[in-house]
């Protein structure tokens, strides 16, 4: 699809079919004809008037033109200022012109090459070769307007259409239109919009404010060239989809919300554990000194006495360590169990509200069923997400295609959703294995302690007893830090990856929700400029239409 085509669909533009509402009694049709030189300079505008569905009263009409003509009847008029008055109507229409100084809204410029090389007219008539015209268009009626809190810049919408007829061309083209060749001449019919780009600023509508025709020559002559320029650019219908976009754009900031959220309790998670891993950590160290202090105990008898006072003490702070981080660790499963359940819900929320969705999984299910002979098609939504999860995420992209066609995207979708709750699932069975072992470190650190301080008869047995059972739970320690750590590493990533989807997914379809939104609020201030232009000569125009032919000076 060409650039044309592509704003064409971006505007939804139905030039020259549109008008504004009128607010009078009558019509007013404005019809602005200027003759401009070669090179675009005015020669001459006269301006025609066509008043219609009139009534028998007077008519009180508005110009600024001079030397008024009235070329349809002998209705007699009076001008005071800007202010005409018709009388003694016999019809029901009037047509009059009249001439105006006035600057036209669309300035014309005109450049001539051959052979790619800039000249003036003169200099190519009658010559041969590869002929160009370029036709630039400058919107002169500026507005300033507020979008979204900040000043900017549009211009009153006009489609301009340019046409002429060439002889005895070959490899005619223009650009932003369309040559039809009929035997030996050729048509050319081109669209603008000056002013449009600068309005929106956006790329497909970048080169609309030029047209250029080119062919080649044996024996150039300038062919009259006219440009047809209406205020008119979108109609109400066509604008529909933007009442559309408001929805979308209320979807795409709760899911922002939403996604923040989620960012913000990955990080919690993520702190949490690293607070856990802090702690297990301390408490390897703690036992680390309580192994040696008894190890020193054993081997030294002559220190007995202080060697049982610090295990005592130790084993005591240790016992305080391990109550406090279990406090941390079912603070972290009410946090994993929140974002499991939430997880869950929004899988069992997708596969209830969307029956394309619900087929996918039943499919993922029975394929699973199939592959394995494991019959889960009775099991709950959770347990089937987590089999479903570890069947389908090693798949290819090119295997799910195979699997779910037209679904391949659904399919993703929902693998991304049993994915979450495997996670938050995997986290929370971990953390509960951890848990238990903590527990039991702690039941045996204070039954160690009870054995040391009630131990006071069998002092060399009991020595040797504490001594296997603390390097028992220092080995434990060790084991439950190293989970730890890994539990860290998981949630760090699971944390980086949720960060980056917000950053690079999210937030950009935000901001680019952003763009679409100014655009479509300039567009809507367009359409009000489009409605609300009322004429070149006047101010009442209910059509106003601008009709230029390019001649060379003389002709």
């Known amino acids: 699809m060409n650039k044309l085509s592509k704003a064409f669909m971006l505007l939804g533009t139905t030039a020259m079919l549109c008008s504004p509402l009128t607010v009078l009694a009558y019509d007013k049709k404005e019809t602005v004809y200027t003759n401009l030189n070669y090179d675009g300079s005015i020669e001459r505008i006269l301006v025609s008037n066509h008043l219609?569905?009139?009534?028998?009263?007077?008519?009180?009409?508005?110009?600024?033109?001079?030397?008024?003509?009235?070329?349809?009847?002998?209705?007699?008029?009076?001008?005071?200022?800007?202010?005409?008055?018709?009388?003694?109507?016999?019809?029901?229409?009037?047509?009059?012109?009249?001439?105006?100084?006035?600057?036209?809204?669309?300035?014309?410029?005109?450049?001539?090459?051959?052979?790619?090389?800039?000249?003036?007219?003169?200099?190519?008539?009658?010559?041969?070769?590869?002929?160009?015209?370029?036709?630039?268009?400058?919107?002169?009626?500026?507005?300033?307007?507020?979008?979204?809190?900040?000043?900017?810049?549009?211009?009153?919408?006009?489609?301009?259409?340019?046409?002429?007829?060439?002889?005895?061309?070959?490899?005619?083209?223009?650009?932003?239109?369309?040559?039809?060749?009929?035997?030996?001449?050729?048509?050319?019919?081109?669209?603008?919009?000056?002013?449009?780009?600068?309005?929106?600023?956006?790329?497909?509508?970048?080169?609309?404010?030029?047209?250029?025709?080119?062919?080649?020559?044996?024996?150039?002559?300038?062919?009259?060239?006219?440009?047809?320029?209406?205020?008119?650019?979108?109609?109400?219908?066509?604008?529909?989809?933007?009442?559309?976009?408001?929805?979308?754009?209320?979807?795409?900031?709760?899911?922002?919300?939403?996604?923040?959220?989620?960012?913000?309790?990955?990080?919690?998670?993520?702190?949490?554990?690293?607070?856990?891993?802090?702690?297990?950590?301390?408490?390897?160290?703690?036992?680390?000194?309580?192994?040696?202090?008894?190890?020193?105990?054993?081997?030294?008898?002559?220190?007995?006495?202080?060697?049982?006072?610090?295990?005592?003490?130790?084993?005591?702070?240790?016992?305080?360590?391990?109550?406090?981080?279990?406090?941390?660790?079912?603070?972290?499963?009410?946090?994993?169990?929140?974002?499991?359940?939430?997880?869950?819900?929004?899988?069992?929320?997708?596969?209830?509200?969307?029956q394309v969705a619900n087929i996918v999984f039943n499919k993922m299910v029975q394929g699973y069923v199939a592959e394995t002979h494991d019959d889960i098609t009775n099991k709950q939504v959770a347990e089937k997400a987590l089999i479903v999860y570890k069947a389908f995420s090693t798949k290819s992209t090119s295997e799910l295609m195979t699997m779910f066609g037209e679904y391949t995207e659904t399919a993703g979708n929902v693998l991304t959703l049993c994915g979450k709750y495997y996670i938050f699932y995997a986290n929370y069975t971990t953390i509960n294995s951890l848990s238990t072992n903590l527990s039991t470190l702690t039941n045996s650190l204070t039954s160690a302690l009870t054995q040391v301080q009630e131990g006071t008869k069998t002092v060399s047995n009991g020595l040797t007893q504490v001594n296997v059972g603390i390097n028992k739970i220092y080995e434990g320690s060790v084991t439950l830090n190293n989970g730890t750590s890994k539990l860290v590493d998981g949630t760090e990533n699971l944390y980086n990856g949720i960060k980056t989807y917000n950053q690079e997914g999210i937030n950009r379809l935000t901001d680019y929700k952003n763009d679409i939104k100014t655009s479509t609020d300039k567009i809507e201030e367009l359409k009000k400029l489009s409605k609300n232009y009322k004429g070149y000569a006047s101010n009442n125009a209910t059509n106003t239409t601008f009709i230029y032919t390019i001649k060379k000076a003389g002709n």
């Open 52 to 354: 219609s569905k009139l009534n028998k009263e007077d008519i009180e009409d508005e110009t600024t033109l001079k030397d008024i003509l009235n070329i349809s009847g002998d209705e007699k008029f009076e001008q005071s200022g800007s202010k005409l008055s018709w009388k003694s109507k016999d019809s029901n229409e009037i047509f009059y012109q009249g001439i105006t100084e006035a600057s036209t809204p669309i300035k014309v410029e005109v450049k001539y090459y051959l052979n790619d090389e800039e000249k003036d007219i003169s200099e190519i008539e009658g010559k041969s070769g590869d002929i160009k015209i370029e036709l630039n268009f400058k919107n002169t009626l500026e507005n300033k307007v507020t979008i979204n809190g900040k000043k900017t810049t549009i211009y009153t919408p006009f489609v301009t259409t340019v046409g002429t007829i060439v002889k005895d061309s070959t490899n005619a083209d223009i650009t932003n239109g369309k040559v039809v060749s009929t035997g030996n001449k050729n048509v050319f019919v081109g669209i603008a919009s000056p002013g449009l780009y600068d309005s929106l600023q956006l790329d497909e509508v970048k080169n609309f404010d030029s047209i250029t025709l080119s062919y080649s020559t044996n024996n150039f002559k300038l062919s009259d060239i006219y440009i047809v320029s209406t205020p008119k650019l979108i109609e109400d219908k066509d604008l529909t989809i933007f009442d559309k976009l408001n929805t979308v754009y209320a979807d795409i900031d709760k899911l922002q919300t939403s996604m923040d959220e989620i960012e913000n309790g990955a990080d919690q998670l993520l702190n949490g554990s690293k607070e856990l891993d802090e702690g297990t950590k301390t408490l390897v160290t703690s036992l680390k000194k309580i192994k040696n202090a008894t190890s020193q105990l054993s081997a030294g008898s002559n220190k007995l006495n202080s060697g049982v006072t610090e295990i005592v003490d130790s084993l005591t702070n240790a016992q305080k360590e391990l109550q406090t981080k279990q406090k941390d660790i079912q603070e972290l499963q009410r946090a994993n169990k929140k974002y499991m359940t939430e997880s869950l819900t929004e899988l069992q929320t997708l596969l209830s509200s969307n």
